[in-house]
């Protein structure tokens, strides 16, 4: 039993090692995996476990997109399956902050821009990004978590915002979490009903982009809603 125990010694003791040298590059994906858990499971060997839930549920990314319950299922602790569901949370805000939002926006790729904000998100959210009149970002965050078409309260959060932050520009994204990019009808009218609010108090909606998985869809780039945007 002490002998197993100075082999996984030695065993993470190499795997931080090859880590600190040459980061995961070089790592298979279970090692990944298994390297991580070590900061949860302190007195086993996590290479099984590993193994045990790629093979459950089929990836690295729906580990990590898997509910508490079900990675407790496949043997995790709950502190364990906490720290794997806060790689693509702290991975979001990474991507966040390394954006320079002291430029102007470049409107014409800014699907690509706003895509991150939904990383991690396996729930319908809302992403309102407001522009001053030389189109730099004064407010760029989740206001609404559900249905894009709950129109009275979601329309009521994006003039708040525009007035209190004095935006001149909006730019709405919402996603679609187990569908296509495609926006559906009740995605255009609900953009028609805002671009419209907010014109009566002078700000003018941009776009609104819809991302799914690795896509998006801008709508004003379609060609969608052609009277509004």
Known sequence: MQDDKHIHSGHRQRMRAKFIQSGLDGFETHESLEL?????????????????LLDSFGSLSAVFDAPVDALKECGLSENAAILLKLVPQVSRLYLDDKVDSSKAVDVENIGARLMHKFVGRDYEAVVLMLLDAKRKEVFCGVISKGSVNSCDLYIRKVIENAMIYNASFVILAHNHPSGFALPSMADIETTKTVSSALSLVGVRLLDHIVVADEDYVSMRQSGLCTDVL
């Open 36 to 52: 991580l858990l070590y900061y949860a499971v302190p007195r086993k060997d996590t290479n099984p476990l590993a193994h045990r």
